[in-house]
């Protein structure tokens, strides 16, 4: 039996973290998440300090994903999640630099593949690219990557990821921004993704349009997350 598709809920709407995320993360504790994360931008330290903890202790896994678009910014972002206490570190593409941050820490690190850039992000890159970008990461010692395949500008978005597995092998494959509906999320579980997240879907009420609360967005991400598991896995 195949492994279940994880969905990450990213507290963060246009690529930053919402300015109330501890208040929501209470709110949907309800719904029992296993997967949490937000981004290093949009609320100071101390709010990700204490939402951080929150996530930890609540039994989910904790992401923050790093959107800082310069190398300084990128590589104190990494420092901060260290410092933080996250679980999981998304993003960047300093691989060098922030494999050493990491490298002895309770912090795993999966870094951007292909060519991001500007904020919100946009990726760049071909299939090629990203193939080898992801054996990099590996042999680095990453845990796997977090692609940003549905904003790709220079190929196609599926074939991004079923190039990310081929370079990964048995390494964690995460699809971040921008994923929309069911179609998407069973296209890239079907090309190799672990995970995919959504966060500004849930806040603008998109993913499930008649749902009008965040805690009955979440509940209909989780449903066809589920659905596309259980597809998989009867396949």
Do not use: W
């Amino acid at each position: 039996m195949e492994a279940p598709l994880d969905f990450i809920f990213m507290l963060t709407k246009d690529d930053q973290t919402v300015e109330d995320c501890l208040e929501i993360y209470e709110e949907t504790l309800p719904v029992g998440l296993t997967h949490v994360g937000f981004k290093d931008v949009g609320v100071d330290k101390g709010t990700l300090k204490a939402l951080t903890n929150a996530i930890n202790a609540s039994g989910a896994i904790s992401y923050m994903e790093v959107v800082s678009t310069t190398d300084d910014e990128a590589i104190n972002s990494a420092k901060t999640a260290v410092e933080l206490g996250v679980q999981r570190l998304l993003g960047g593409t300093q691989v060098a630099e922030i494999t050493e941050i990491v490298k002895g820490t309770n912090t795993s690190y999966y870094p951007f593949p292909g060519f991001p850039e500007g904020h919100p992000t946009k990726l760049g890159g071909s299939e090629a690219d990203v193939e080898n970008h992801c054996r990099d990461f590996i042999e680095r010692g990453c845990a796997g990557c977090d692609i940003l395949a549905y904003r790709a500008t220079e190929a196609d978005p599926v074939s991004l990821v079923r190039a990310a597995r081929q370079g990964l092998g048995d390494g964690y494959l995460i699809v971040a921004g921008s994923v929309n509906d069911i179609d998407q999320i069973d296209n890239i579980a079907t090309a190799g993704a672990d995970a995919f997240t959504i966060g500004t879907g849930v806040f603008n009420g998109s993913y499930a349009s008649r749902m009008g609360s965040i805690r009955n967005q979440l509940k209909a991400v989780m449903a066809d997350c589920a659905k596309v598991s259980a597809q998989m896995n009867a396949a």
